[in-house]
């Protein structure tokens, strides 16, 4: 049976998930999902996955009360679920961690990934290591060398970094040629994907993974004011750490929830945004039914987002189930809304935001002053901003 947590058997949350493979990709599919079944309830794979998460990563992360944000917008008090502060700077290392764990319980001798930006390679590279796994991430040519930092990242992390050559030579080819390799050597490798996106059981699985950030937040905000939040935000890209943050609070009905995805430059034109629930429609992409922006032939369209952990044309599939029952609201943030609420953050609050995560403040800056101070709002503050200042330093025209 379908709910609002959990997909049914076949690993639908409603119309959308499921495993949609080559013939291929069948078994190593089949394979991770016997495995994460019995892990999930292991408490010795919950034990060891709980200490790293404390000692390694961090956690849990604070609750922050933006007080100086907060006033000068009026209205509800907005708080920050600090995920910026864990190890490696962002959310994905909660998830990142699991994968390992899993793959070494499977005897796995190796990880494997795609990586657009290169923020999944390094949180992936980063529990390798921890770990002892040999890790091999895919990475189109044109990704490659505009990501510099990250790919030198990767490599002091022992990572190999595969150049994909074919096709456009971004991501959507990098996880094909991810997917490839791992089909042809899923005896040693376990494939790691980098958010609750692909076939069943990859968005349960990431979701469950990151689902702390929500546990967390939801008893954090009862010991400090005593309530649940009026209204929870987070940005969208795959959507892992929305689903990580919503999850605890899904049959809350008064807690309002928003996904905030980018608008880009604009709504207008393919190619110049990647708003996938505002204008997508249902179809398949990597494995998942979902919601999909794409042509009539059903290709992907070219996809822009400032963000670039943000640019993808499909959406994880409890998100385009949460949209279409209601449950979730999925709204947008443009380039330069984020932009500006990015420098408004690092003045009020001395916190420098990922630009990804500077979606959602846009939005809370945009709800905020249309609720009252008895209202509370969370914003998951999914990662720092370090890694993006010289390319902000530029859109400002800073010196
Ligand atoms: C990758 C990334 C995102 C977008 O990915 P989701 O799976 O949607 O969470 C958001 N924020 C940060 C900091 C990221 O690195």
């Known amino acids: 049976m379908t709910s609002l947590t959990q997909a049914d058997e076949a690993g639908f949350f409603g119309a959308h998930g499921g495993r949609f493979l080559p013939p291929h990709l069948e078994a190593p599919i089949a394979e991770v999902a016997a495995a994460y079944a019995e892990a999930k309830d292991d408490p010795a794979f919950l034990a060891e996955y709980e200490a790293l998460l404390a ?46 764990l899993l793959a070494k319980r499977m005897g796995k001798k190796k990880v494997i990934a795609e990586t657009g930006a290169g923020q999944h390679g390094v949180a992936l590279a980063t529990a390798a290591a921890l770990l002892g796994l040999e890790c091999e991430i895919h990475m189109g040519a044109i990704d490659i060398a505009k990501q510099h930092p990250n790919v030198v990242r990767m490599r002091l992390l022992g990572a190999t970094v595969v150049s994909v050559e074919d096709g456009g030579r971004c991501l959507k080819d990098a996880v094909d040629s991810a997917f490839g390799v791992w089909a042809a050597d899923f005896g040693e490798t376990m494939f790691a994907i980098g958010s609750v996106v692909g076939p069943d059981p990859f968005p349960t699985m990431v979701r469950d993974f990151q689902s702390v950030v929500g546990r967390e937040a939801r008893r954090q905000v009862m010991e400090k004011e005593g309530k649940l939040p009026t209204a929870i935000v987070a940005a969208v890209g795959g959507g892992s750490n929305a689903m990580g943050l919503f999850q605890a609070f899904l049959e809350d009905a008064d807690v309002a929830i928003y996904g905030v995805e980018p608008s880009g430059r604009s709504l ?132």
């Open 268 to 399: 207008d034109a393919p190619g110049e945004h990647a708003a996938t629930m505002t204008l997508g429609t249902p179809g398949v992409i990597h494995g998942m039914q979902t919601i999909v922006l794409q042509d009539e032939a059903g290709e992907p369209w070219p996809v822009h987002s400032i963000a670039s952990g943000m640019d993808y044309p499909g959406v994880g599939p409890q998100h385009a189930h949460l949209k279409d029952v209601g449950r979730a609201n999925y709204v947008t943030a443009s380039d330069a809304e984020s932009l500006e609420a990015f420098q408004v953050l690092c003045r009020t609050e001395g916190i420098i935001p990922a630009i990804e995560s500077s979606h959602a403040v846009a939005y809370a800056m945009k709800l905020a002053p249309t609720l009252t101070s008895d209202d509370v709002i969370i914003v998951n503050l999914s990662g720092r901003g370090d890694k993006d200042i010289d390319f902000v330093a530029e859109q400002l025209g800073m010196e």
């Open 55 to 100: 000692d390694y990563v961090g956690r849990p992360s604070p609750l922050f009360l933006a007080k100086n944000l907060s006033a000068e917008l009026g209205g509800a008090k907005i708080y920050l679920k600090r995920e910026d502060l864990n190890h490696t700077g962002a959310h994905k290392i909660n998830h990142t961690l699991g994968e390992v």
